[in-house]
């Protein structure tokens, strides 16, 4: 079915985006004779990447707009449509690490190594996100944000930049600050000096090395030791060690 854009457009709707031609199997959206470069929708379900074409479309950019169920039906069309600026990949509720997923990515990627592809998917999984990157994603845009949001993302990433949703940093600094808190899993049985002593009695060293790793006076270091010993209820330096190590393991999560 073909359809001619309207021919008496007033200043309103110079914007607007009519398709040119919807097919079986794609769908062009030109929003005015301005454009020359296009972004590529690739869905393989047709309802959902000509109702995310449409909406597209209808906002105000540069780029024309195209949706296809795959890479190899756009290389058909290619010469009829201009330069390629874009590729959005459409994933829906699938996951990123499933095998024709994850290969699809990296095929893209690979094959269009100076055209950026941005994912869209329905979750914000911050592992999600690091795989699509690591497969050669250069953006991850979660379907929870608006088409004009989602527009401007993608005029990002065409200019150089990558995103990834806020929840991804949230995600990262809470990762960091379960691995400091592995890190230091006594901080709240000694004192941040006597941690320092207690990671270094793990490890069997001396008191004189210790005192010279930590620039302190090795009878300031044995001060701590004492107080160490103390706390755990040990009687000597092998027991305090012993029983340090128990602790380590009872306090670091599985």
Known sequence: MNSALIPNLDSRQENLAFPLTIESNSTALALSTRQT???VILDNREL???????CMAAQKTDLQILAFGSIEEWKQKRDDYPPLSAILLNVGGKKI?????????????SEFASTPLIVLADSDDFGQIVRALEYGAKGFIPASVSVSVCMELIALSVAGGIFVPASALFAMRHLLDSSNSTARPLAGI???RQVEVVEALRRGKANKIIAYELNLRESTVKVHVR????KVKATN?????FKLNDLFQTSIPA
């Not at 499933?98 to 990627?109: D, G, M, T, Y």
């Not at 330096?237 to 060690?241: A, W, Y």
């Open 190 to 192: 000694f004192t941040d």
């Open 237 to 241: 330096r092998t027991e305090v060690v």
């Open 227 to 230: 107080n160490i010993m103390k």
């Open 37 to 39: 470069h296009s972004l």
């Open 48 to 54: 959902d990447r000509q109702c995310l074409a449409q």
């Open 97 to 109: 690490d499933e095998p024709a997923v994850s290969e699809q990515i990296r095929k893209l990627s």
